[in-house]
């Protein structure tokens, strides 16, 4: 009876399954090719001004490098836009349509921004291609997981990635037995299961070795175009080798923009970051 019942609610007209909803939700217009909006944010902590007036604009399919020193607000911008943090005033829009001041995180992380901590949060006691998948199922309703067809194009999915982020050798072991930089390319994958338009990635390049930082910088570059990457980093050698556009951050607001060679031939960089 139980069954019966459910099988009905399943076939009602008016009912709207999730996978019938698209993963790009139709109204994020790209038509200016800007993809993010920041524009005259600024937010303070108990008086304190932690981000000031901030405006940033990042293109679609751009790969952007945010430094500054430490206590500049690089981590609370990525929390305004994440909707962890709300700002004071100013506006943030993804797209030409899409106010992110509107939504709340699990919102705004539904609509396409994935973001990447800079501590591994992978499920330790699983295997790899496990936690691709779960990755997967934490957004989508049981019907996705139970409709075969779905179920077909998922695992093209976790395949695509596992080639992603070079780990398909490493797929049935346990992500606990992971090295640190294969953990940080597991967690990205992890993210790109859910096909995120705009990646927020801080401090990828953290406790890296120098060779897992080389195949860091490749994985990223090799998203931006697809997806649109926020890196913020604080090792230079490795901002310069993946770095198109860099922007500065000096408390809570932009300093310089440019490339890698401008801004570390520019005075105030110099002066407040690069100095020492
Ligand atoms: N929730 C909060 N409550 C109080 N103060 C905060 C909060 N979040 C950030 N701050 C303060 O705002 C300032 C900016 O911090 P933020 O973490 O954004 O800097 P950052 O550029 O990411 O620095 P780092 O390079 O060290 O990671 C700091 O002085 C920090 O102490
Ligand atoms: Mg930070």
């Not at 008086?47 to 399919?61: E, R, T, W």
């Not at 992971?178 to 790109?192: A, C, D, T």
Request: hydrophobic share 40%; with cysteine.
């Amino acid at each position: 009876m139980k069954s019966l019942d459910a099988m009905r609610n399943f076939m009602r007209r008016d009912q709207v399954f999730e996978f019938l909803i698209p993963d790009t939700p139709p109204d994020l217009d790209l038509t200016h090719g800007i993809i993010l909006y920041l524009e005259g944010i600024s937010v303070s902590f108990d008086g304190f001004q932690a981000i000031n007036n901030l405006n940033l604009y990042i293109g679609d399919g751009e790969l952007r490098c945010i430094i500054g020193p430490n206590g500049a607000g690089k981590t609370t911008m990525m929390d305004i836009i994440t909707g962890k943090t709300a700002p004071d005033s100013g506006s943030a829009w993804f797209g030409q349509q899409i106010n992110l001041l509107k939504m709340d995180e699990p919102e705004i992380a539904a609509i396409g921004i994935g973001r990447k901590f800079q501590k591994p949060t992978v499920f330790e006691f699983h295997p790899v291609i496990d936690n691709l998948e779960l990755a997967l199922a934490g957004n989508k309703g049981v019907w996705t997981v139970l409709t075969a067809r779905l179920r077909e194009q998922e695992r093209h999915r976790i395949d695509e990635v596992l080639k992603i982020i070079g780990l398909q050798e490493e797929s049935t072991r346990l992500a606990g037995a992971l090295s640190h930089g294969q953990k940080q390319w597991l967690e990205i994958g992890m993210l790109l299961m859910q096909n995120p338009k705009l990646l927020l990635v801080d401090e990828p390049a953290a406790g890296m070795t120098h060779q897992e930082m080389e195949r860091t910088a490749e994985l990223l570059t090799s998203l931006a175009g697809d997806h649109s990457v926020i890196v913020v980093e604080h090792d230079m050698d490795f901002v310069r080798s993946i770095a198109n556009k860099v922007t500065v951050l000096h408390q809570g607001t932009v300093l310089a923009e440019g490339t890698m060679d401008e801004v570390q031939n520019n005075q105030q960089v110099i002066e407040v970051y690069l100095g020492g």
